[in-house]
């Protein structure tokens, strides 16, 4: 019985992977963004496809991750590759997020511990450090924007405090 859950736990895995490599690469390259239907960026997925079947041990055209004729992705397309390519559009907010928090526990700190993160960058960056880790800068970011810079130094001060 043990084998057998162990068995389709790993056939499970594979198909996870396969799908993995078909839904979130979709429209990735290394030299940046490229549109889900751009044939450069279909390339990439088709080949990303191919070694995740290779070393999941399946075939992908088989499994249909790919075309019969093994070059491009089955159609219709999954709109899951569509939807992955836009969510990737986040930076748009969370790089100034980041920014904007980073600036916030500088003036918190300074206000609240008499750490200077010029003066004292060591001592800041233990501090940014271990709270970015217990909270992203996206959710300080909306508790700051939505309830305020005292409700930011309430959630801060609360995992200090942990």
């Known amino acids: 019985m043990e084998t057998k859950v162990v068995m389709q736990s790993a056939r499970s895995s594979r198909r996870n992977f396969l799908r993995a490599a078909a839904l979130g690469a979709a429209g990735f390259s290394g030299l940046g963004m490229l549109s889900p239907i751009a044939a450069a960026a ?24 790919l075309a019969p004729d093994g070059k491009t992705l089955p159609l219709p397309r999954w709109s899951e590759g569509f939807v992955v390519h836009l969510a990737d559009h986040d930076w748009v ?14 003036s918190l700190a300074r206000d609240a511990w008499g750490i200077d993160a010029a003066k004292s960058p060591r001592e800041f960056n233990a501090i940014r450090n271990y709270v970015l880790a217990n909270l992203t800068a996206m959710r300080l970011h909306a508790i700051r924007s939505a309830e305020g810079d005292v409700a930011f130094a309430a959630d801060v001060a609360r995992i200090i405090r942990a």
């Open 93 to 106: 907010l969370s790089v100034p997020a980041c920014q904007w928090t980073v600036e916030a526990l500088k």
């Open 42 to 65: 279909e390339a990439q997925v088709v080949g990303w496809i191919k070694c995740a079947a290779m070393i999941a041990g399946l075939d992908p055209v088989e499994k249909g991750f």
